[in-house]
């Protein structure tokens, strides 16, 4: 509207953002640091996801935001093949159950600190998926719509967690 | 920062958050309104919430939006005791199938109306559940954090309902 204001609020729109995400990984880091291998075995429902692939979908998801917001490349680029390209069982936990919760601890610790870095003028550019032609006619491709976008699948998929007793 | 930016990038941010909701909520819709009674019967996991009680929950909850967000009053104030003071099976469905269905999309369309109409400075006030005293020491209580939660909450629930074949 051409109305002058001032950066906080830009900030504190973009800082809910972050509490939300961080809202939700924290919750949900509490209830996978809490289980075992055994527990990690289990599925949600009959039939559905094993926890473990769930967790290690989660990482894989996570760890691919990093090229996408242009923040880096992945840490742990191993777990896509099991964990995004294919169903679970189809191909072999590539990690412990150890190694995946220290894998799913780092990746969401640097992201997190990766995003809180960025400047709302950055969270409103384009993430690469997206060419500069697109994103002329369409700028809501932008790094917020992602992140978003990412926070309400990992709420998804924390919905399922709740399941398993 | 002091820095002087102009309200199109405020708008831009909030319009994020708000097509996350729409499509949270859109991707739910087209799930609840191809169910029928029998299958709305169906618990997500053995034991677990049936679909019935996640729409009336859902729905219930978005509801107290309106209050909560200062938007006006609750359309259906007879689903809050069966879909969120009680647990699933405690007291007797208030409405129909058909009747819930149209409460789920009444509750929403009115209440996304409501909130596109909010100005990013709305959206950084006080939500009313919060005291004036509580909201001077931490202005992260606004509207739009609630928003946020409930966007989370609605994918949480959504990722639920996908387990029922």
Redesign the interface.
């Given at each position: 509207?051409?109305?002058?204001?001032?950066?906080?609020?830009?900030?504190?729109?973009?800082?809910?953002?972050v509490?939300?995400w961080k809202?939700?990984i924290g919750r949900l880091d509490k209830g996978i640091q809490a289980l075992g291998e055994e527990q990690l075995q289990r599925q949600?429902?009959?039939g559905?996801n094993r926890l473990y692939y769930l967790v290690g979908h989660l990482t894989a998801v996570h760890d691919r935001m990093f090229p996408l917001l242009g923040l880096g490349e992945k840490l742990y680029p191993q777990l896509d093949e099991p964990y995004v390209t294919n169903p679970d069982g189809a191909l072999p936990d590539p990690l412990s159950a150890d190694e995946l919760k220290k894998a799913w601890s780092e990746v969401n610790s640097k992201l997190t600190a990766a995003v809180e870095a960025l400047t709302?003028?950055e969270?409103?550019q384009k993430h690469t998926q997206v060419s500069d032609e697109d994103f002329a006619k369409d700028?809501?491709r932008?790094r917020?719509?992602v992140f978003?976008?990412r926070?309400?699948?990992a709420?998804?998929?924390?919905?399922?967690f709740v399941?398993v007793k």
């Open positions: 509207m051409g109305e002058q204001v001032d950066m906080a609020s830009e900030e504190m729109l973009i800082n809910a953002a509490t939300s809202i939700v949600v429902a009959p559905k709302p003028r969270w409103l700028p809501s932008n917020l719509a978003l976008s926070t309400n699948h709420s998804f998929h924390a919905g399922q399941l």
